[in-house]
């Protein structure tokens, strides 16, 4: 019986570290996802296109919503708060939108644009190969 519970607590151990490995490779496809669809809301508040910008806020706010489950799983406080922030702004970008209301569309995105900031400073490093890591 001891030898069971040994090796439950074993395997659980083991898928434990495997989903975190899988959820930090995960994490870095969200965050493009997001930067990608942050770029396109930013040309469609310009462009005033309404229906496309909303679509697109909804797909950045999917994004937040698996950066800020991310997050949680890390224990990271402070930017679960972060992402949360920015997912409640990427829904907000989306009902200005497709109200067609682009001034409080960009006055979401600048919130938005904050909480990537904060998270950012606190959360990435830059390596010597100039590419970036999670902190």
């Known amino acids: 019986m001891r030898v069971i519970k040994i ?5 659980a151990t083991v898928v434990f570290f495997v989903l975190l490995a899988q959820t930090d490779a995960d994490y870095q496809g969200w965050m493009k996802a997001a930067v990608a669809s942050k770029g396109k ?3 469609g508040i310009a462009a005033k296109d309404g229906p496309g910008t909303a679509a697109e806020a909804k ?3 999917s994004s937040f919503k ?3 489950d991310y997050w949680t799983k890390k224990g990271a ?9 920015a997912r409640t702004a990427s829904a907000d970008v989306a ?3 497709s109200a067609g209301d682009f001034d409080a569309a960009n006055t979401a995105m600048m919130s938005l644009g904050g909480a990537c900031g904060g998270c950012h400073m606190s959360h990435r490093a830059k390596g010597g190969d100039g590419s970036f890591q999670i902190k």
Do not use: P
């Open 59 to 61: 797909a950045m706010e």
């Open 66 to 68: 698996q950066i800020e």
């Open 41 to 43: 809301v930013a040309k």
């Open 7 to 11: 090796l439950v607590a074993l395997l």
């Open 95 to 97: 009902k200005a939108a």
């Open 77 to 85: 406080s402070d930017a679960v708060g972060f992402a949360k922030q």
